[in-house]
Every structure is written in structure tokens, then in C-alpha cells.
């Protein structure tokens, strides 16, 4: 039998989107509001963005900011 190894508890609780950066746009799955989403903060709308974790907020902020820089708008977090 396969015995195994170095799983203590659940695998994916210390993971988030600030640690997996150098391969967040391989895993990131585009939700459908998000053309909407970057069009608002393009605009300078504000919005929330909610929802438990693990359920991709910020990858998508993340993605967000990489795609306004990409349309040569400053995106400032505060």
C-alpha cells in the first residue's frame, strides 16, 4: 500500500494568490464579470469584490491591476 507523506492537515490552507504570483496567470480562471469589473476600475469606479475564501479575490485584483498597468492606467491601492 502507498503510504502518504508530509500531509498534515488540508493541503491548501496557507495558499493564496500573494504566494503563487509567479504562476497565477497559468491557474487563473477569467470569471464572467470580469471584463465588466475592469472596465469600471478603468473608468475609476469603485467596487467591492466579495466572497469566502479561496473563491479567487485576489487573483482577481491581482489581475486587475496587472491589466490596467497593461492599458497604461495607474491602478493605487489604499
Known amino acids: ?3 502518504l507523506c508530509n500531509i498534515n492537515g488540508y493541503p491548501f490552507a496557507k495558499l ?3 504566494e503563487e504570483r509567479a504562476y ?3 491557474i487563473f ?3 464572467q464579470y470580469y ?3 475592469l472596465d469600471l476600475a478603468e473608468s475609476g469606479a469603485s467596487r ?3 466572497g469566502q475564501r479561496g473563491q479567487g ?3 482577481t485584483i491581482i489581475h486587475l491591476f496587472d491589466d490596467m498597468k497593461n ?3 495607474l491602478p493605487i491601492l489604499t
Open 48 to 50: 467591492f469584490i466579495l
Open 16 to 18: 493564496s494568490a500573494e
Open 24 to 26: 497565477i496567470k497559468d
Open 35 to 37: 471584463d465588466s469589473l
Open 57 to 59: 479575490k485576489s487573483a
Open 71 to 73: 492599458l497604461n492606467v
Open 29 to 31: 480562471y477569467k470569471q
Open 1 to 3: 500500500m502507498a503510504k
